[in-house]
């Protein structure tokens, strides 16, 4: 199972608590955790990526071992730590203003 951490709107649309599990199949990409994720709260599809394009919404960003993988392509592996569970795959909404 690999655990997923999101933003509190995104909890609360998905009523659950901070961190979720999600079993992926097959490797362990971006695409393959948040596939999974919509599939267990199908009320989060359209908030994370794009219905059609499925990219990245602009103000959502991705983490994982202190790293900021945002702009990685959506099919590259994940750290190993992310893929079998030791660290979470952390959702994050950005900030932006002046």
């Known amino acids: ?39 267990s709260y199908p009320m989060l599809r359209g908030t994370i990526r794009d219905h059609v394009t499925q990219k990245r919404r602009p103000f959502v960003r991705f983490f994982a071992c202190e790293q900021d993988l945002s702009h990685e392509l959506p099919d590259d592996p994940l750290p190993d730590a992310v893929a079998r569970g030791v660290e979470p795959f952390l959702i994050v909404g950005a900030m932006a203003g002046g």
């Open 1 to 39: 199972m690999m655990r997923v951490v999101l933003p509190v709107h995104l909890r609360r649309l998905a009523h659950v608590d901070e961190e979720v599990q999600v079993r992926v199949e097959g490797p362990a990409t971006q695409r393959s955790v948040l596939d999974a994720l919509e599939a």
